[in-house]
């Protein structure tokens, strides 16, 4: 499956767009979001051409980029250089890791970006995590989304690389809307916790759209209760 070569809108109050990109092998989406009077960009997409950068330079400044985990960090350094005056933000516990790789100072923990982002865009940090992640909440006109980096998977087939695709069969991690089974392995303390509070989450807030970095969007509207459900039978299964 090839990347999408252009910024492609899902709602429009406020303006949000996905964009994806290759990486190691595979595929992953970047989020783009008006945040009032500027743009936020979450999992900046890497090996992208000028006319990513464009299309939202055009629409509207830059003022935030996310590295939504400790391992989405490739996208940073070349957005940065396009946009210094973007403020970068990560999950507390990704902070040392995503500077040392990404080579980017002054990152501030997510926290400290609700004064930018508003009432209608939420950076939530996920608890439980080693490593830090994110949960993106936007409060559009058409309905809630949510843009999720690690934990869920969308992937229409499984991935060409043999070894990979074989423990994405094996684990139960793709193809298809599916936890994913691996990363949680050392980068969550407690997964039974984190299902249990993700499967009450998605109860409480669920979203219209959910957006994952690796995978298609998954339109849940005309099953509301989908996501909940794939959280609540986890722990039924197993305590991974």
Not at 51 to 75: C, I, K, M, Q, W
Not at 104 to 133: D, K, M, N, Q
Not at 210 to 215: Q, T, Y
């Amino acid at each position: 499956m090839a990347a999408q070569k252009s910024w492609v809108p899902l709602a429009a109050d406020p303006w949000t767009a996905t964009l994806e990109y290759s990486v190691g092998g595979g595929i992953a989406t970047a989020l783009a979001v008006n945040v009032g009077g500027g743009l936020l960009v979450a999992s900046p997409p890497c090996r992208v051409g000028d006319d990513a950068f464009e299309a939202l330079a055009s629409r509207a400044p830059v003022r935030a980029l996310v590295a939504t985990n400790a391992y989405h960090t490739l996208g940073l350094a070349p957005w940065k250089a396009r946009f210094p005056d973007a403020a970068v933000f990560a999950p507390p516990q990704s902070l040392q890791r995503v500077t040392k790789v990404s080579g980017v100072g002054g990152i501030r923990p997510l926290s400290e970006a609700a004064a930018l982002t508003g009432e209608r865009v939420a950076l939530v940090e996920l608890p439980y995590f080693r490593t830090g992640e994110a949960l993106i909440k936007i409060r559009a006109a058409e309905g809630l989304l949510w843009y999720v980096t690690d934990i869920i998977f969308n992937l229409p087939q499984l991935p060409p690389h043999p070894l990979i695709a074989a423990l994405f069969k094996l684990t139960g991690s793709a193809p298809g809307l599916r936890i994913n089974r691996i990363a949680p392995l050392f980068m969550v303390r407690n997964r039974r916790a984190l299902w249990a509070w993700l499967a009450a989450e998605a109860r409480r807030d669920a979203p219209r759209w959910l957006v994952p970095a690796h995978g298609d969007t998954v339109d849940l509207a005309d099953t509301p209760r989908r996501l909940e459900e794939l959280f609540a039978q986890i722990p039924r299964r197993s305590g991974t």
